[in-house]
């Protein structure tokens, strides 16, 4: 079966970096759309950055310019380079593979990582 797993999550202080890495296993990893999102306490899961089979790349508003996707089809990963981070950053960071853009079908998730960011 199709399996996620994130890493790379942990605390860090305000204007500072880190990178979550991403697996997926189980099919195809060329084959589908990989993506980042986050859910912060209290509030709704967000996309944050996702990257499309053909590596057509999307970013929310709110981490343009500071964050930046990349997939290794060769190693079946997709990263988040997250740089100058923000205490608004701070949330539970899901990775997910799906057959769509949009993350609507065929999608997996991972367990999610967290990221503190400390003003």
């Known amino acids: 079966q199709v399996q996620v797993v994130e890493s790379g999550g942990g605390l860090v202080q305000a204007g500072g970096s880190l990178r979550l890495s991403c697996t997926a296993s189980g099919r195809t990893f060329s084959n589908y759309a990989m993506g980042w999102f986050r859910q912060a306490p209290g509030k709704e899961r967000e996309s944050v950055a996702s990257?499309?089979?053909?590596?057509?790349?999307y970013y929310a508003d709110s981490v343009k310019g500071r964050f930046t996707i990349a997939r290794d089809n060769a190693k079946n990963t997709v990263y988040l380079q997250m740089n100058s981070l923000k205490p608004e950053d701070t949330a539970v960071y899901y990775c997910?593979?799906?057959?769509?853009?949009?993350?609507?079908?065929?999608?997996?998730w991972g367990q999610g990582t967290q990221v503190t960011v400390s003003s």
């Open positions: 997910a593979t799906s057959a769509t853009v949009a993350f609507t079908v065929d999608t997996y």
């Open positions: 990257v499309s089979w053909s590596g057509s790349t």
